[in-house]
């Protein structure tokens, strides 16, 4: 058996480790058009910044430990040119000499990644126009970044521009981010990714949102002067394009090999393309979305890795499948953590897919112990069954655990019922008798089950909401401190006393600050006979909303 | 209806805010011996040590509280003497007055909680033996350890001992640890918390295994004297005796409802006891073990939470039923974590369930990442269908989260090979792109696949496991700093140039640092006509091993 596989990082590299420890007859050749093979693509923007300080690190198995250990036939420098589907072959050339020569395959793992995607913007070919997807991208920005430059314009607010933005901070440069869409960090719910804003402004970067750059002039001097669609311009010493990534599927596609309309190579569960002796895995492919079933293109290391070991897998006829992506990601930014996991609600609407939604705020351990902080929590959930279709966490310590629990019930296509039922890590550094996790599954159960029935911050804000009664079920001092327009004060303590002065013939609205006294209200309310809804999230979702309609 | 509760605290007053929700009729009576309901009976060993400084934290939901805000009919140093089911009432005993009186009930729920086992040795009743499980306890312990003490002694090493000796190191006191175990923290495997023994050493802790008190005895001064089993005896200025609770079911026992070998109420999944009419949640109860199906009674906080939730539930006709108990556990030990879920080894052992086990000793985080410490996960499952039975984790960081992905797993019915497959929070400050979960579920399912045959430390330590040719596959220098007596080192880079030099009439076992070298020097032998396995966990399990049979 000859393998010979186009890429040799996250996906290519651990198709290769597989399949020899799978067959150890097997001919594997990696064919890596970069200098290295199995670099940590996830470590660059740290290293940039200096926290991660030798570049050695980041070669997490260099080409020796492959040939030796693996018995792999790696080959740097050399790309992959054609894919000859009827000769079996592909040609290669050899860019450290320039040779061309073809290398014959029974099976083609095709691992070739993504690649940032570069618009035609007049200008984006100057040399202080910088991309980050490599090790020689990687020496350019720590090049650059220690040069003593003092102003830095990073355009597009993904994972990756916000971690350089996090790393040229880092090195004492100004950033000025510019995103088109109203939000940082799209993936998530715009609502969720607020506080991340908020903080980013704290730390001195400037956020520039529903913009974007229309052109790049080098400027006298050493500068370099972006120009943006609103008119505006700003003047950087560089620029770093990161709005998102391209699957690299030139050579699938002019081997008329299915792709799909993202470019991404179009696989079956067992990660074979339309040509059965040709795979794909990692970041080229287009795979399924485990929770809506729906063709998606999601680059992310994780997947890129265990699709790389299920093409190796069946090529040694083992049975494993690849379930899907459900984009189960994380962001760390300036020690704030966004973490997210299935389907955004936005995802939900585009997909016209039925949906409730819940917010619980609690905090990520025991209150009464040191250190607790506050977390934000959204789940997204099948409003009949209760099955869950995704969650979103942003907060400063235990996000990612929150995530890891709910993408695993996932997985296991759990409800939010299981939630409440979850048995979970107690100690009061740790969590809290009752999760955050039970927390979001009580509520969303409780919503399910009619005991409260839940309204969201844009219902009380839209035009024809205004016949609601807008109940405010927090202490008086809460109150005077800020509350939603045309809101009514009772405390919670004192409901009981006051139910005669509620209208009998309006819908009524609770709030309290994070949802739970909004609850307590509903219940006391309805059960008195008044139609009460609790506002999810409450005062505190309420001041995300507002701050994003500014 | 109405509803009494006896005891405020976890269960209690979980059922009874739950079952005001319900209902805003209902008269709900909550009868507490103690100051105080709902305080955080967690959180008192970090007051005495001064990581909580206030004393009000720790009142979690004040008598004000529950009155004003649920409605609730709390009334605290109100002692049940007596269930008279036949007359469906309690008796009370008012601790304040004195006064006696009877409380009717609908419904009663008994949640009465654990007390601290305290067996009848000479002196424990000494001021100066101390226990740990409420306000005035720790309001004594809190006195003593801020009184400028010098040395005291914690006879049991469990949850609350630990934390106790954490929290007294904290105030400057000298602390020894007496167990009668041949580990700390029983519930782990032994092998598992080896770490955490030598960390508490290192923070100058003396632990005593398999050792008991067998008398308290005030010694001239100030002073406590404890004699040990073995002969010796310990001085002190003060001792504190964990060694277990015990439900506080003596109210069931004398009302002839059904309790367990143990001293457990017996529930059904409604949590009702024998009597459909009394309820009992909590540590007082004896529920079934979510994995095993068997008995158990496991004192948590969580479980003790939403079993009252449950009671509740099912007094208004509410379908919830509880699961049965995981044994979720985590506990902080200067700085360190031990998390587990599930069925332990030796608990495996001793229900005679057939189960398999692996060892990874993964980095939390990216090694390339700053502050990747190292973590020991253990996986225990079912050797048939992989069906996951327990997990044990012990490191630094990340430990609780990698127990809650698999606690959830559990609640799933998941397999090892649902784990290869996880989809979990990948960046490099949080984790891996194939993580610590991910490793366990590729190793274990590589295990019941037949590609790696595993061995234990324990097989290689055995008298009968002479015959095996040891193979030492780490490199020279690691092989010269220490390795498994008999060994033969052949580095795995070299491995396949070394084959003829290697027995092939004689089982090897490979092994290196961790288990991974050692797979695929497995892998390598087994393809070439080699009686391979692969030692699990590696020296790094040995050298706990060997550690442990010191
Ligand atoms: C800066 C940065 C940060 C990231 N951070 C995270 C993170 O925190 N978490 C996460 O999950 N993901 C992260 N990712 C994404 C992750 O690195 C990718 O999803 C993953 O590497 C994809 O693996 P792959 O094998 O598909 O492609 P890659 O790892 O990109 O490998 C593809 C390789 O193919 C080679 N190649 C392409 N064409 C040819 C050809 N014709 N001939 C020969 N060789 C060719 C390329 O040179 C490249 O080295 C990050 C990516 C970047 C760039
Ligand atoms: C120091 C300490 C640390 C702990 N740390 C953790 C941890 O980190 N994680 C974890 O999960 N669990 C921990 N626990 C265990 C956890 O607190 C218990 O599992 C939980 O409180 C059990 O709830 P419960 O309602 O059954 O009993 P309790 O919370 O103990 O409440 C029972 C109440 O009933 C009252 N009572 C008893 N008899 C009568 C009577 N006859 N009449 C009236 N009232 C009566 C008692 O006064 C008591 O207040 C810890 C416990 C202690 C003591
Ligand atoms: C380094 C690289 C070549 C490794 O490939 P790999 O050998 O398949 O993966 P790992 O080193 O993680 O090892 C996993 C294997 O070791 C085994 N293993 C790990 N720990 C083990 C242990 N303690 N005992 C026994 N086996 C163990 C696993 O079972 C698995 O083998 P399997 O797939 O045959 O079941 C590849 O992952 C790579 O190139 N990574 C860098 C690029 C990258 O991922 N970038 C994106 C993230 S920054
Ligand atoms: C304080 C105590 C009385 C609280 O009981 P509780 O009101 O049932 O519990 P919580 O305060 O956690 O609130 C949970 C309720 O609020 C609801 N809730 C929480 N956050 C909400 C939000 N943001 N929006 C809407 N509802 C919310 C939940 O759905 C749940 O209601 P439900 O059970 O009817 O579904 C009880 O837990 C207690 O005594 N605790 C201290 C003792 C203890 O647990 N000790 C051991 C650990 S230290």
């Known amino acids: 058996m000859k393998i010979v596989i186009v890429g040799g990082v996250a996906g290519g590299a651990s198709a290769a480790a597989r399949a020899r420890r799978l067959d150890e007859t097997a001919e594997i050749v990696v064919l890596e058009r970069g200098h290295h093979p199995s670099f940590a693509n996830c470590g660059l923007p740290y290293y940039v910044g200096g926290k991660i300080e030798s570049r050695k690190k980041l070669l997490v198995a260099p080409v020796e430990m492959l040939r030796n250990r693996h018995r792999l036939d790696v080959r740097v420098r050399s790309q992959v040119t054609k894919i000859d589907r009827d000769r079996k072959q592909v040609h290669v050339s050899n860019l450290e000499t320039g040779d061309q020569y073809t290398e014959s395959f029974d099976k083609l793992i095709i691992a070739t990644g993504a ?61 000025t981010v510019v995103e088109l869409a109203d939000q940082i960090l799209p993936p998530w719910d715009r609502e969720m990714i607020q506080p991340i804003e908020k903080h980013l402004g704290e730390q001195g970067v400037k956020v520039l949102l529903g913009e ?146 819940i917010y619980v705020h609690p905090s990520d351990h025991a209150g009464y112990y040191p250190g607790a902080q506050g977390l934000t929590l959204k789940l997204l959930f099948d409003p009949i069954d209760g099955v869950i279709l995704g969650a979103q966490c942003v ?35 740790y969590g809290h008798a009752k999760d955050p996790i039970n927390m979001a599954g009580f509520v969303a159960s409780g919503v399910l089950r009619g005991d409260q029935p839940v309204l969201h911050v844009d219902d ?35 409901l009981r006393e006051h139910l005669a002065e509620l209208p009998s ?44 309609s500014e």
Chains 1, 2 share one sequence.
């Open 212 to 357: 974007s750059a229309i052109g790049f002039q080098e400027s006298a001097g050493d500068g370099l002067t972006i120009q943006l669609k609103s008119g505006q311009s700003l003047d950087a010493d560089f620029a770093v394009v990161s709005i998102g990534v391209r699957p690299e599927s030139q050579l699938a596609v002019d081997a008329d090999i299915e792709c799909g309309p993202g470019g991404g190579i179009i696989v079956n569960d067992s990660m074979q393309t339309s040509d059965p002796n040709i795979y794909a895995v990692g970041d080229v492919t287009q795979v399924s979305c485990f929770v809506s079933k729906t063709p998606v293109q999601i680059p992310l290391a994780g997947p890129a890795n265990r699709q790389g070991r299920i093409a190796a897998d069946h090529i040694f006829g083992r049975s494993s499948t690849y379930r899907g992506t459900q984009g189960t990601a994380v962001v760390g930014v300036f020690g704030m953590t966004a973490a997210m996991t299935g389907l955004s609600e936005k995802l939900l609407q585009r997909h016209d897919m039925p949906y409730e939604k």
């Open 115 to 175: 690649s940032p995607f570069r618009p035609p913007i007049p200008g984006i070919d100057s040399s202080k126009v910088l991309e980050l997807r490599d090790l020689t991208d990687a020496d350019r920005m720590h090049a650059i970044a220690t040069s003593g430059v003092k102003r830095a314009v990073i355009v597009g607010a993904g994972f990756i521009g916000m971690e350089v933005a996090e790393n040229l901070v880092l090195r004492g440069i100004d950033v």
């Open 395 to 429: 907060g400063t310590n235990g996000v990612d655990k929150r995530i890891d629990v709910i993408a695993m019930a996932i997985q296991a296509s759990m409800t939010v019922y299981d939630l409440e039922e979850a048995e979970l890590c107690y100690a009061p550094q």
């Open 460 to 494: 009380i804000q839209s035009k024809e909401d205004s016949e609601r009664f807008l109940l405010d079920v927090r202490s008086e001092g809460e109150f005077s401190d800020g509350h939603i327009p045309d809101a009514t004060n009772i405390p919670l303590e004192s």
């Open 505 to 548: 013939d309006q819908p009524i609205a609770a709030y309290c600050k994070v949802g739970q006294r909004g609850y307590v209200a509903t219940r006391i309310l309805r059960q008195n006979g008044f139609d009460a809804a609790n506002v999810s999230g409450g005062y505190t979702s309420w001041m995300r909303r507002s701050l994003d």
